[in-house]
């Protein structure tokens, strides 16, 4: 991160906004799917693409909040293309319809930005009683992903325009349980550790990115799928953990 302004190699720096890195981009042929667009993070990226032209889809699981955000999207840019979408990456049906549905919009697929996610919650399960970080983080947006593949693999073989699938992690990546993902100790409750299970969540965000390149490469696939760290962003994503919370609160407030 270049932190007190510095820009990096990029000619951008911690302070740059998304609107200065995205300057002028035309996306009006484009169309792109953005999970957790209701808050943070994700509704910026669906503000500053819907600036571009881009039709955004945002993928919630609460419509109504959404459907307020959308409003000041709206407001301040009238003619963005903007469609709200139900989605529960907690629940595999939810997740299921959700890419039905899309796919039977006949719509294109350009992006997808799989962003939302959850942090250091106490243990819960999803409604397919599987840890509810691993659950909504990873395996939510495994299954979306494999869902709308074939439309974005579709999309782009017939615009002739690079398909991106992106995949919020964290750096927290680097600080899951010490034998990394525990696959057989998911629903261990006795030792469930709130941000080792974050992390073990986005290190399988990492994984699934790189593997998703290799395979689109081996089959000369005009997709690329990344893995990113947003950095230490004021969000709601630490309401969970009051220490770390506090911690940035004190930074940004």
């Not at 989605?87 to 939810?94: I, N, P």
């Not at 869902?147 to 991106?164: D, I, P, V, Y």
């Not at 080792?196 to 290799?214: C, D, P, V």
């Amino acid at each position: 991160m270049w932190i007190f302004g510095r820009k990096g190699p990029s000619g951008f720096s911690a302070c740059s906004t998304a609107e200065e890195v995205t300057q002028g981009i035309d996306g009006s042929a484009l169309s792109a799917i953005v999970t957790g667009a209701s808050s943070g993070i994700g509704a910026e990226t669906a503000r500053v693409l819907a600036l571009h032209g881009v039709h955004v889809i945002m993928a919630v699981r609460n419509v109504e909040s959404c459907n307020k955000v959308k409003e000041t999207i709206i407001k301040e840019f009238p003619e963005a293309k903007i469609d709200v979408m139900e989605l529960d990456l907690a629940s595999f049906a939810s997740v299921r319809k959700f890419a039905s549905e899309y796919n039977s919009l006949g719509l294109p697929l350009n992006l997808l930005i799989n962003n939302a996610g959850i942090m250091a919650t106490p243990f819960m399960l999803s409604q397919d009683n599987i840890e509810l970080q691993f659950a909504t983080n990873h395996l939510g947006h495994f299954l979306l992903t494999n869902l709308l593949l074939e439309n974005m693999k579709k999309t782009a073989h017939e615009s002739g325009k690079e398909g991106r699938i992106v995949n919020v992690s964290s750096e927290g990546h680097r600080h899951p349980y010490r034998e990394g993902i525990r696959f057989d100790k998911i629903n261990d409750n006795s030792s469930y550790q709130t941000l080792y299970a974050y992390g073990q969540s986005k290190l399988a965000n990492i994984l699934h990115a790189n593997e998703l390149t290799r395979r689109f490469q081996e089959e000369g696939i005009k997709i690329t799928a990344n893995s990113l760290h947003p950095g230490a962003i004021a969000t709601n994503l630490l309401r969970h953990h009051k220490i770390l919370e506090g911690y940035h609160r004190l930074l940004y407030f």
